[in-house]
């Protein structure tokens, strides 16, 4: 009986475990629920959609010294942005990991905002960083690695950054040859 409960105990402290790791894990894939964070995920949300009178009404309101074409310019390159993890957070202050949706390229973000309403943005950061630790890339077969490339370099040329020749090969031996061109 001592035997079955200590057991008992231990799975439950497994499961508990389980259960506050997912929620701090879940937890990070969002901004915070600070003004920084509120005002980073209306921008990210606004940068990401790629719409330009609605990124230039957000900008005019939230961030008027930012460049809209230039926003554009860079949202058209990296694909915008997914939240991957907060690695600092103030009321004011955002410092976070992203993720370019067109790569595997992470980069560090900050946010800076008024501390008084209507805690307009001050700052925008992004820089490249490489790839954290604790986001390992899959380990692909070459079956889903060549499917997985397929699937990536035709949504590059559908968005019409990429034309070329694409040939992924082992031991001398075409996985992947295939010459793409824009429009």
């Known amino acids: 009986m001592g035997m079955d409960r200590l057991?008992?105990?231990?799975?439950?402290?497994?499961?508990?475990?389980?259960?506050?790791?997912?929620?701090?894990?879940?937890?990070?894939?969002?901004?915070?629920?600070?003004?920084?964070?509120?005002?980073?995920?209306?921008?990210?949300?606004?940068?990401?959609?790629?719409?330009?009178?609605?990124?230039?009404?957000?900008?005019?309101?939230?961030?008027?010294?930012?460049?809209?074409?230039?926003?554009?310019?860079?949202?058209?390159?990296?694909?915008?942005?997914?939240?991957?993890?907060?690695?600092?957070?103030?009321?004011?202050?955002l410092v976070a990991l992203v993720q370019e949706r067109s790569s595997d390229q992470f980069a560090r973000l900050t946010v800076e905002i008024e501390a008084a309403d209507p805690h307009r943005i001050t700052k925008i950061d992004l820089n490249a960083i490489p790839r954290p630790a604790d986001f390992p890339l899959p380990h692909l077969s070459p079956g889903e690695l060549i499917a997985a490339s397929r699937k990536d370099i035709e949504q590059e040329v559908a968005a019409d950054r990429f034309a070329g020749v694409v040939l992924i090969a082992k031991r001398w031996k075409a996985g992947l040859r295939r010459g793409f061109r824009l429009g």
């Open 7 to 93: 057991i008992c105990m231990r799975v439950k402290c497994l499961c508990l475990s389980i259960f506050f790791c997912a929620a701090i894990c879940a937890a990070q894939t969002q901004p915070p629920d600070t003004p920084a964070g509120h005002q980073c995920a209306a921008w990210l949300e606004n940068f990401n959609r790629g719409d330009h009178d609605g990124l230039r009404d957000f900008l005019e309101k939230n961030y008027p010294t930012a460049d809209l074409d230039r926003e554009l310019a860079f949202r058209k390159m990296t694909g915008g942005f997914d939240f991957k993890k907060v690695e600092e957070t103030t009321p004011t202050k």
